[in-house]
């Protein structure tokens, strides 16, 4: 009985919304060094730091981010800075989808709280807790996500600051940032997957390769994204069961 007690509360103190703090501590370096830069990029885009600070509270998604910094630059219409932004984060919806089976015994608004502020590096943490079928709750996910959000606004106010003195980002590779955090993360998923799925994802990855470059010949590059994830997800759905 003191065994199971001892589990118990070993659980409890894993799914505690400082454990969710703790747990961010890796992905911050990531969320840093990409906020940094996206500070640059928006300051090298004549945006303000006080816009970059609202883009960075309001908008929270790094790759919309700098897409509304090119798009701005291009002195495009609002229409499709708002249009494009929407088509970016759909995958937002697939994330949240992913995790909400494990937040049904939650309310609404919390449900709406986790979901405002998912990101591709919280969700891939999450992901790591489902795969070692971890503990994991609401409490553990807001400090997870809390954490993520205000080290995200601090490093886009911090990157325009700097911005002010750097021109031009892409001579430092900037612009290669959020790609490379998304690598890193990728790699550190596959670390924790066993020997099966682990061929069942790296040929789910050749596949929206694949499906990314035909459907570029007939949409827009945004639109052959979205569509070839939804395509090679629910392929990977099938195949997994």
């Known amino acids: 009985m003191n065994e199971l007690g001892q589990e118990i509360n070993r659980e409890e103190n894993l799914t505690t919304f400082y454990q969710g703090v703790k747990d961010c501590v890796p992905t911050l370096i990531g969320y840093i060094s990409i906020g940094i830069a996206m500070g640059i990029v928006g300051a090298s885009s004549n945006l303000s730091i ?5 883009l960075s509270i309001l908008v929270y998604a790094g790759a919309a981010q700098f897409i509304i910094c090119a798009l701005l630059v291009a002195e495009s219409p609002i229409s499709v800075i708002v249009f494009t932004t929407f088509i970016v ?40 807790k489902i795969v070692k079928k971890a503990a994991f709750n609401a409490k553990w996910m807001n400090g997870l996500n ?13 990157g325009a600051i700097f911005g002010k003195w750097i021109s031009n980002p892409e001579i430092l590779g900037l612009d290669f940032s959020l790609t490379a955090m998304f690598l890193a ?19 789910l990855i050749v596949y929206v390769i694949l499906f ?22 629910t392929i990977g759905v099938i195949k997994d069961k």
Request: aromatic share 12%; proline share 2%; hydrophobic share 60%.
């Open 50 to 54: 006080l816009e970059v600070a609202l």
């Open 89 to 128: 984060n759909l995958r937002h919806f697939l994330l949240s989808m992913t995790l909400a089976p494990y937040f049904t015994k939650y309310s609404l608004m919390k449900n709406i709280a986790i979901g405002t502020l998912l990101t591709d590096e919280s969700f891939g943490v999450a992901v790591n």
């Open 146 to 158: 809390v954490t993520a959000y205000i080290f995200w606004i601090l490093s886009c106010v911090l």
């Open 185 to 203: 993360l990728l790699v550190l998923q596959l670390e924790n997957i066993e020997h099966r799925k682990l061929k069942l994802y790296l040929s």
């Open 212 to 233: 990314m470059l035909v459907l570029c010949l007939f949409v827009p590059s945004y639109l052959a994204i979205l569509l070839s994830t939804i395509i090679v997800a």
